[in-house]
């Protein structure tokens, strides 16, 4: 079995892979899916996730914004949003890689 570890230009992935690894490919900045609006639209929705969940739970209640951060929200909201957010943003992970790999034209969610 081969496989080919694709990588973009982030500071956190080590330099010289390829002494461990059978096939690293480092991706060129103009080339990075991620960069093109992925990351961005993620942000953007999680926290129109986030201050949604926020709204629905103190809008029909006396609590405080200050109560609801400190009694309501915890790791699993915040996994939540994260898949909420994940979920929104399959249509814009998926143009993104058609941008750098045209021929997969098939329509998959991630």
């Keep these: 079995m081969q496989a080919l570890l694709v990588l973009d230009n982030a500071p956190a992935h080590p330099p010289n892979l390829e002494e461990l690894v059978y096939k690293v490919l480092y991706l060129p900045p103009i080339l990075q899916p991620m960069d ?6 993620f942000k953007k929705l999680y926290t129109k996730h986030l201050f949604r969940r926020c709204f629905e739970v103190t809008e029909n209640t ?5 109560e609801y951060w400190k009694d309501h929200f915890n790791i699993v909201v915040c996994l939540r949003n994260d898949l909420m ?3 929104s943003a399959t249509r814009t992970l998926t ?4 941008k750098l790999w045209p021929e997969s034209r ?3 969610t991630f």
């Design 62 to 66: 006396n609590l405080t914004l200050r």
């Design 85 to 87: 957010a994940w979920l």
């Design 106 to 108: 098939s329509e998959r």
């Design 95 to 98: 143009s993104a890689w058609k």
């Design 36 to 41: 093109q609006q992925v990351i961005s639209n």
